[in-house]
C-alpha cells in the first residue's frame, strides 16, 4: 500500500518498535509484525498485532512500570 504520511513510499511487511506512553509508565516493544514504509519508515499495525501490543503495554502499566522494553510476543 501507499505510505499516508509521505504519499511515495511503498510499505512492506517487516518488523517495526513500538514506544508507547500513559502517564509516567514509556513501553518499548520491538519486533512487531507491522507494514513499513519503504521510504520513510513509518509503520502500519494489523487490527489484531495492535490489540496484542496494546495488551503488553497495558500489563506494564498494571505494574506501574516506569520504562520497560519488551520484544513482541506473538
Avoid: W
Avoid at 5 to 29: K, M, N, P, S, Y
Avoid at 50 to 71: C, F, K
Amino acid at each position: 500500500m501507499k505510505c499516508v504520511i509521505c504519499r511515495t513510499g511503498e510499505t512492506q511487511f517487516g518488523q517495526a518498535t513500538v514506544i508507547l506512553q500513559r502517564g509516567d509508565t514509556t513501553v518499548v516493544i520491538k519486533d512487531v509484525p507491522a507494514e513499513v514504509c519503504q521510504n520513510c519508515g513509518e509503520y502500519y499495525l494489523g487490527e489484531q498485532i495492535a490489540r496484542q501490543t496494546y495488551a503488553q503495554a497495558e500489563s506494564a502499566v498494571q505494574r506501574h512500570a516506569e520504562v520497560e522494553i519488551l520484544r513482541f510476543a506473538a
